[in-house]
């Protein structure tokens, strides 16, 4: 781990080449670079399946990686979040949330959270206009107070650079050391990611870049707010969604490719019997397949036939449902989050209790830093707009959205129960002020009295009819 500034040292630290290792293939992953994710896998099939022998891929790319990531930052952030702060002040937030589209940059940061284990939002001032975007892991390395985890001294964050001169490409590193209250600049000259010479003051003004900037008067604390996954106490990055289930995505790629191989292999069929089923060719002197749609049964009597596998499509049905059922179990993932197995419409309580695994884990991502590094953000962002709040709240989404049906009828139990009111039960279900309920209110009752008279008055002219006939009875 780095415990110092001294960047030059990457090269001798063993954590930091190791986690970086691990992003390349996690990175892979995510984007389907399977031949290289599983190189000794594929040159294995290969070498046993050459592709001039067969017409079927070696590895079929089944990215559920993608699909993994993908469900669960639809799952965090499809609802919306809500960010509140002072009241005479949120119109501010709003606004810069929006020049910086916001909701976009914590998806990304989510992308990066669930492949890589870690995520990196970052605040800047750039000509007087606060900036918020997010950063890959690939750039950012922690520095450590002697070794300890819970005690950061900064965070290193390099860039690439590249320019071009008199057709020469040239390669630089970007170094920001990121301490509280400031970030000191660096560009070094670099010949494969090995960096050479640090530039001088004159030479950054070519790349419109400072070499130390303040803002300890605005913000005294770092502009790097990382977000990690679950963790233990022994590490402090956070751990790749895919760790757990590389293996079992491997071995359903795996077997469904073999199976798509035998079936490819048999899709034209050889033709098997006896020498008597060919036919004779009197100018080459030998018998040859008949291009004929009918085959003659040879004097012999035995019936040709076509050489078909036994495929044992429930054995291999039943295993690839094994898999499946282990990557759902690692993923706490079900069927139904990638549009499997849905049978009719399922109410909101049944859809909690198919999804309470996803559930589970999308409240461990919040509680574990999502929330207090969005937290984090705000008051750093309005800090740097000279508009520093006081509290910052921040509402998720629900990821199941309420069952409204099932709301209604519960509500109405409770009702006629007599354990709630009518005017709570307006205000919880069409979410207004207890002012606009109870005109709400007072509109129903006087509905339902209209109602019971215009339901009495065909009685009552019935009895006017009745009253009518009896005087003109009695006048006669």
Request: with cysteine; glycine share 4%; net charge negative.
């Amino acid at each position: 781990m780095f415990t110092n500034f001294d960047i030059k040292n990457i090269r001798y630290d063993s954590d930091t080449i190791e986690r970086l290792g691990k992003y390349n293939k996690y990175k892979d992953l995510y984007d389907g670079n399977f031949n290289r994710a599983f190189n000794s896998t594929v040159l294995k099939i290969r070498k046993r399946y050459p592709l001039d022998n067969t017409t079927a891929q070696s590895l079929i790319n089944i990215n559920l990686f993608w699909a993994l990531t993908d469900f669960f930052k639809g799952f965090l952030t499809n609802q919306g979040i809500t960010v509140n702060v002072d009241d005479s002040k949120q119109k501010i937030w709003d606004e810069i949330a929006k020049k910086n589209n916001f909701i976009s940059v914590l998806k990304e940061v989510y992308i990066d959270n669930s492949r890589f284990g870690n995520g990196i939002f970052k605040v800047a001032l750039e000509e007087n206009e606060v900036k918020i975007f997010s950063v890959s892991p690939e750039c950012w390395i922690p520095v450590f107070n002697q070794g300890n985890l819970n005690n950061i001294l900064g965070h290193i964050l390099v860039y690439p650079l590249e320019i071009i001169e008199n057709g020469v490409k040239k390669e630089f590193k970007k170094i920001e050391k990121h301490y509280k209250g400031y970030v000191e600049n660096e560009i070094w000259t670099c010949t494969n990611n090995t960096l050479n010479r640090q530039l001088d003051e004159n030479e950054l003004e070519q790349f419109n870049t400072v070499p130390y900037e303040d803002f300890s008067h605005l913000w005294n604390d770092f502009l790097v707010f990382p977000v990690k996954n679950t963790t233990e106490s022994d590490s402090y990055f956070g751990e790749s969604d895919y760790k757990r289930c590389k293996s079992i995505v491997e071995e359903i790629m795996l077997t469904i490719s073999q199976n798509s191989k035998i079936i490819n292999r048999h899709a034209n069929p050889k033709l098997s019997g006896s020498e008597q089923n060919l036919e004779f060719d009197p100018v080459t002197n030998t018998r040859k397949f008949p291009d004929k749609d009918f085959i003659k049964i040879g004097t012999d009597g035995i019936k040709p036939e076509y050489l078909t596998a036994d495929l044992q499509a429930e054995a291999i049905q039943k295993h690839v449902d094994t898999l499946l059922n282990f990557f759902y179990i690692l993923t706490k993932t079900p069927p139904q989050a990638y549009g499997l197995n849905i049978a009719g419409n399922m109410s909101g309580e049944s859809l909690r209790k198919i999804f309470i695994a996803a559930l589970s884990k999308v409240d461990d991502i919040k509680q574990v830093s999502f929330t207090s590094a969005i937290q984090n953000v705000v008051n750093c962002a309005m800090a740097f707009n000279s508009t520093p709040v006081k509290s910052v709240n921040v509402a998720w989404g629900e990821p199941i959205p309420a069952d409204y049906s099932e709301l209604v009828a519960t509500e109405n139990s409770r009702v006629a129960a007599g354990t709630q009111s009518k005017l709570t039960t307006i205000v919880t279900l069409d979410k207004v002020s207890e002012e606009d309920a109870l005109k709400e209110l007072a509109r129903i009752n006087n509905e339902n009295a209209l109602s019971e008279q215009t339901k009495d008055f065909p009685e009552k002219e019935k009895e006017k009819e009745k009253e009518n006939k009896n005087k003109n009875e009695t006048i006669n």
